[in-house]
């Protein structure tokens, strides 16, 4: 093959010789020397200041009561005050709901329940057992005990449930619906073949609007008297029927214009997830004569349960700290039965009453902490291992 | 240091570990100013990471790396002023071929009207002064080769480091690059660093090769030194294709005695397992009983230019060129002839040369 | 004539007519029930357009769906807020831009950086020294809250006791904590629900006069986001070459420059769906506007959330044309954003 020369041996111009010699590098040369540091160290001082110190000062204050003056305040400690009134306290029936004596479904419940745990611990104990292991998942088994409990005294044996329940209501109620139409919703798109596009970017939109504005928009739609639904209900005979003096409509209310605004989430990464599951395994299973539900159970799904994993978590975590809808929509009522404890929180702080607050918002952190992380590492970490099996 | 300061670079007893895995060991050689230094060996033995050790990318676990006199052993990558070439070229993809070549001046502040002189200069060198204003996406493989190439040029490194920046083309390409980057660097006399596993290319561009196993060097020298004169079982088995034929036997009483063989050995070498090594073509296939030895003809190939003749001897098997008209029958009876002082001998269980070598049955 | 029989009319319903095709009846169900939930996101929408266009009157007497045939709309919504009341508004608007870009260029910037660090530059923190710091911080927290020492004294002791302890313990414990540690720890914050730590967050702005001012909204809002663009731009930047940034490295390159002029610009597409996405949450963010801004750093959503107070009830149109006001920034930077955006972003990081 024959190889081009080049035309002429390439003259040598000053020019590159001295960029050789151009000592340069001088510029920013501390700034460099430092990148390791500088680089983290802004997200770092930042979450030191605005999320570690406010956690361990929220502490403080949870154990204090604390009285505001003109600029200033004075703190006295209090011990677990503030939490035993919570608890225990005349706040009992606000946070963990009217407690009664257990119904026999509630003893039903309650004893299944313990039954399950129970088995669940002495099944891994058989298994692996590690110290680490065995503690965290005593501490879940401890924490689910404790919330059935709360749920079989109050509203299984005919009590109310208090914000506690409000709010393990939005979570587990609300995220189980978005995760279902989400997931049938994506199901679906993923098998059409023309106007995905649009089924996109409409489903998205919701996404965008302020919470605020959600909630005045469901107020608008759930008002039987004048909502463009009015007719409906009047036919149904519920004209003068109000959502928001119900307890049970009108969490329910507040669990759908929720859905209407976090469905979007799931579905668009769901979506995601569906069509980069890879092709050829699916027509594999086509090839070998799958039904569609075969197909799905056993190829598609694994595929995307890490990434459904993830997304509920994501969504959980937010579901805890849902304030504004109940906020706008209901203002905690009828009572305080659409109160999340984010609101509960709120309410005590515009009291005045910052230690309750303090404590109210600690006991949430400790219950989504746990939560959380026991899904985090019984369910995300333990689907991504399987994928990556 | 003006330009054409060609440097030299020396390394001392490097070692790398990556966790347990010892990955270079106790690796030293000396690259002398302007010259062409290839670095060759199989997949895993050590090369990329030598390399990038060299590049500073890559921390030493001990030894040291002078270029010309200073040991920049723990200098950080960007004073050592080396250039290096990645296999995957690593172009930014964001920015044109002209802003590709420049960036190193650019880091450096160097100002506009010097920087474009400097650009286009550079880019002739390669033949690419037309792509300027293409995006590396938008041209060819050999074409991305060679903005690379002009990206590394552009700043007269001290030493041009280049990690396998041939093996992502075709095969033609490959052969027109390599005729390219040779004369190249003969042009500019950079002192020269370049990893393969191709040993075509080791052959063809380097004045010396470096050949490395299990993170150990071998042998360095010539190609000509090395294929000729290979200093264990593992250069000579690697070098050349087909490899080297190698026939297991014992030497005993002056004699190499292997299946089938026995032949006179003069030299240094006591009672002790023994391997016997030639080349294919250094080799030819005679009637039986006129040639070293006998063997059963195992099977024959065209393959074009030569036919290679496959012969079984116990358990071993040799290979041998022979001109394209020679024919012959499966398991027919043949003999192998070579000049004694092609043959070359091993110990076996070191694999070290022998300091012993074939004679002539009779003149011994 | 084809050999094969023709199905029977239920199979013809049920099978695909085409290879790769869905069955007829699969079809009419997939759109209808995709049209049904486009519906139901749709309608709400563009009741709330309607509205916005009602007089209180056609408000307050049923519903009415179609304008010009059922009532004849009427723009004074949008005047009254828009001219009439335009100084509100418009001071509200313009907080929220300032609060909603600022916080989030800087919590892209930020947080991006910090991905990057973990992404890149290995980190072992000393065990030991985390215990310090956390013990020091506990120990100034309840020095200023119980005994009533000055914060700015009890900062300064606390910082100098713990340098001294790391410094002295740091080598006798050699226990350490790994890029992978700090990653989880930086998106774990987001796990803190925003009432336990406004309280402090309060009471720390308004011992520097900073309450109701756009900085301490900026910051709030930058140090929430924080974990969602550390979580997801971490995820870009592993996934780019690194041959890119070691051959600028021998180049010459510092790493700030590396970081600017080339990762940033690979990592486009994660850095518009993180910016987006950080937007809108920062533009509708609630609670801890609702804590930090009393009147003059008042955002939209604080400015919405007021109109349920007004004694004539609540004020339907007015809120209508708020919440389309609302959306508009939002869309315009989708629209901009988008074509950057590659699909499945958020996927990436979810895949873990
Ligand atoms: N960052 C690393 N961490 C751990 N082990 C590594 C790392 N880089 C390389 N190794 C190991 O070190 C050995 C040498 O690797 P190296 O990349 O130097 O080989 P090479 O000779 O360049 O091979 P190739 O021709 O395939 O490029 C290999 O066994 C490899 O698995
Ligand atoms: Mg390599």
Same mark, same amino acid.
């Given at each position: ?95 963990? !709901? ?5 119904? &026999?479904? $509630?003893?039903?419940?309650? %004893?299944? #329940? +313990?039954?399950?745990?129970? /088995? ?119 004209? !003068? ?5 119900? &307890?049970? $409509?009108?969490?329910?209310? %507040?669990? #759908? +214009?929720?859905?209407?605004? /976090? ?127 | ?364 | ?352």
């Amino acid at each position: 093959m024959a190889v081009p020369q080049p035309a002429a041996r390439p003259s040598r111009v000053e020019v590159t010789a001295s960029l050789a010699s151009a000592a340069p590098l001088a510029r920013g040369e501390w700034l460099d020397r430092h990148a390791r540091w500088l680089f983290i160290a802004p997200a770092v001082v930042m979450i030191l200041i605005f999320s570690i110190f406010p956690l361990v000062a929220s502490l403080l204050i949870a154990f204090s009561r604390v009285r505001l003056r003109a600029g200033t305040y004075s703190m006295t400690f209090v011990g677990f005050g503030n939490f035993e009134k919570q608890l225990v306290g005349s706040e009992q029936v606000h946070f963990l !709901g009217q407690l009664t004596a257990f119904s &026999p479904p $509630a003893w039903v419940v309650v %004893i299944a #329940v +313990a039954a399950l745990l129970l /088995w669940w611990l002495v099944g891994y104990a058989r298994t692996q057992l590690t110290v680490i292991g065995l503690l965290g998942r005593l501490v879940t088994a401890a924490m689910l005990m404790a919330l059935t409990l709360m749920l079989a005294a109050t509203l299984l044996s005919g009590g109310q449930i208090g914000t506690l329940g409000v709010t393990l209501f939005y979570v587990f109620v609300g995220c189980a619906v978005q995760f279902l139409i989400g997931l049938g919703l994506a199901l679906l798109c993923s098998q059409i073949t023309r106007g995905r596009a649009f089924f996109r970017v409409v489903f998205f939109l919701p996404l965008m609007i302020t919470p605020i504005g959600i909630g005045y928009i469901f107020r608008m739609m759930a008002d039987t008297g004048k909502g463009p639904f009015a007719t409906l209900w009047q036919w149904a005979g519920l004209g !003068g029927f109000s959502w928001s003096a119900d &307890p049970w $409509a009108a969490r329910l209310i %507040i669990v #759908v +214009a929720d859905s209407w605004q /976090w469905i979007p989430f799931i579905f668009v990464v769901l979506l995601a997830a569906l069509e980069s599951v890879p092709r050829d395994l699916v027509e594999a299973g086509e090839v070998d004569g799958a039904s569609s539900w075969q197909i799905f159970r056993e190829i598609t799904w694994p595929e995307i349960a890490p990434v459904a994993a993830t997304v509920m978590l994501i969504r959980v975590i937010e579901a805890f700290k849902l304030v504004d809808l109940p906020n706008i929509m209901t203002a905690g009522g009828p009572g305080t039965a659409t109160e999340s404890l984010t609101l509960h929180a709120f309410f005590a702080w515009r009291s005045l009453d910052l230690g309750q607050a303090a404590a109210v918002s600690y006991l949430l952190l400790f219950v989504t902490v746990v939560l959380c992380v026991s899904f985090f590492n019984l369910v995300v970490l333990r689907r991504r291992a399987a994928m990556a099996r | 240091m003006p330009s054409g300061r060609a440097t030299s670079l020396t390394i001392n007893r490097l070692n790398k570990y990556f966790g347990g895995n010892h990955v270079v060991k106790d690796l030293s050689l000396t690259v002398a100013p302007g010259e062409f230094l290839v670095l060759l060996g199989p997949s895993g033995c050590g090369k990329t990471t030598g390399l990038r050790m060299i590049a500073g990318l890559e921390a030493a676990d001990s030894g040291e790396i002078l270029l010309g006199d200073s040991d920049v052993t723990h200098v950080l990558p960007k004073y050592r002023d080396v250039a290096m070439v990645f296999q995957s070229y690593a172009l930014y993809p964001h920015k044109t071929v002209a802003e590709n070549i420049g960036f190193p001046l650019k880091v450096r502040g160097i100002d506009r009207a010097t920087m474009e002189r400097a650009v286009r200069e550079a880019a002739a060198q390669v033949h690419m002064v037309d792509y300027l204003d293409r995006y590396p996406r938008q041209l060819s493989g050999g074409q991305r080769q060679r903005v690379a190439l002009a990206r590394a040029i552009i700043r007269r490194p001290a030493v041009f480091l280049m990690d396998e920046p041939l093996s992502n083309l075709d095969a033609k390409l490959r052969g027109y690059m390599r005729a390219e980057l040779k004369h190249m660097q003969h042009a500019l006399g950079v002192t020269t660093v370049y990893v393969t596993h191709d040993q075509v290319e080791a052959m063809t561009l380097a004045h010396r090769v470096a050949i490395m196993d299990h993170g150990v060097l071998q042998q360095i020298g010539t190609p000509r030194e090395v294929y000729e004169s290979p200093a264990n079982l593992f250069v000579a088995g690697f070098m050349g294709a087909p490899p080297m034929n190698f026939v297991r036997g014992r030497i005993e009483q002056g004699r190499f005695v292997g299946p089938g063989v026995a032949l006179p050995v003069a030299g240094e070498a006591g009672p002790r397992d023994a391997v016997l090594g030639f080349r294919p073509e250094d080799a030819r296939v005679v009637a039986a009983g006129a040639g070293l030895f006998d063997a059963t003809v195992f099977a024959a190939e065209l393959t074009g230019d030569v036919t290679l003749v496959t012969l079984t001897l116990g358990e071993d098997t040799v290979a041998i060129k022979m001109p394209k008209e020679y024919e012959a029958d499966f398991d027919s009876r043949v003999a192998v002839d070579f000049a004694p002082a092609r043959g070359f001998l091993f110990d076996a269980a070191s694999g070290a040369r022998l300091p012993a070598h074939l004679v002539r049955a009779g003149a011994a | 004539m084809s050999i094969a029989p023709r199905p029977a009319v239920h199979r013809r319903w049920l099978e695909p007519a085409r290879i790769g095709a869905m069955s007829p009846l699969g079809g009419i169900v997939a759109y209808g029930l995709l049209g049904l939930w486009a519906a139901f996101v749709l309608f709400p929408l563009y009741w709330v357009v309607v509205t916005s266009l009602k007089l209180p009157v056609d408000v307050n007497t049923g519903p009415y769906f179609l304008p010009w045939v059922d009532f004849v709309p009427n723009l004074h919504a949008w005047r009254g807020l828009l001219v009439d009341d335009a100084g509100p508004t418009f001071r509200a608007y313009l907080n929220s831009i300032i609060i909603a870009f600022s916080s989030t260029v800087l919590c892209v910037l930020i947080g991006s950086m910090a991905a990057y660090a973990l992404a890149r530059i290995e980190y072992r923190p000393r065990l030991v020294s985390i215990l310090i710091f956390v013990l020091a911080l506990v120990g100034a927290c309840v020095a200023v809250g119980v005994a009533g020492i000055d914060w700015r004294v009890a900062t300064a002791v606390a910082l100098a006791l713990f340098v001294l302890l790391a410094r002295a313990l740091g080598r006798r414990f050699p226990g350490a904590v790994h890029n992978g540690d700090i990653l989880f720890w930086i998106i774990s914050q987001r796990i803190l629900p925003p009432v336990v730590t406004i309280i402090p967050i309060y009471m720390m702005f308004q011992s520097v006069r900073l309450l109701d001012t756009h900085l301490a909204l900026i910051l709030a809002y930058t140090v929430v986001n924080l974990p969602i663009v550390v979580w997801l731009m971490y995820d870009f930047f592993t996934k780019i070459p690194i041959d890119l940034e070691e051959s600028a490295q021998l180049d010459g390159a510092s790493r700030f420059l590396i970081f600017f002029d080339i990762v940033l610009p690979l990592a486009r597409p994660g850095l518009a769906a993180t910016t987006l996405l950080v937007l809108i949450l920062a533009w509708n963010e609630y609670v801890l506007a609702l804590f930090l801004s009393t009147s003059r750093a008042q955002t939209m959503p604080i400015l919405v959330a007021a109109m349920n107070a007004g004694e004539k009830g609540i004020l339907w149109w007015t809120m209508s044309v708020v919440i389309i006001i609302m959306i508009l920034p939002v869309i315009l930077m989708a629209l901009i954003l988008q074509r950057f955006i590659a699909r499945g972003v958020l996927l990436g990081a979810v895949k873990g």
